[in-house]
């Protein structure tokens, strides 16, 4: 199974030219997958970008992971009636779920709270 996602960083929200950029990222992502296909790879989870809600640019982020994930979904929804013509199967996942289960209760995770930061990967969210 191969699961691409694609991530964004620090300077996404502030880039003039992000709606392009994020669909020659997608488009990019896709044209992997495809070589994945070609290569004899046969299921596919494509992954969404969290919206990060509690980043203290929120709205930036929002509306820049929204483009993203909206060109995600369109692309995978071509791509998946493109190449789901033999024994391929492609699966959309959108992660905000899994994110905000976390957030919402850091403790099941084993975190003490949402804002602890540490470099070890496991005992902070």
């Known amino acids: 199974m191969a699961g691409p996602g694609v991530k964004v960083n620090e300077s996404t929200p502030f880039n003039p030219n992000w709606e392009s950029l ?17 290569l004899g790879a046969r299921n596919f989870l494509v992954l969404t970008t969290h919206l990060r809600y509690n980043s203290t640019v929120q709205k930036s982020w929002i509306l820049a992971v929204k483009v993203l994930n909206d060109a995600i979904k369109t692309k995978y929804n071509e791509f998946k009636d493109q190449l789901e013509v033999d024994d391929s199967q492609f699966w959309y996942y959108d992660t905000n779920g899994v994110f905000d289960q976390a957030l919402d209760n850091p403790t099941a995770y084993g975190a003490l709270d949402v804002v602890c930061y540490n470099r070890d990967g496991v005992s902070c969210l």
Do not use: G, P, S
């Not at 994020?22 to 070609?38: D, G, P, S």
């Open 22 to 38: 994020a669909q020659t990222i997608v488009n990019r992502q896709f044209e992997q997958i495809a070589l994945l296909h070609w």
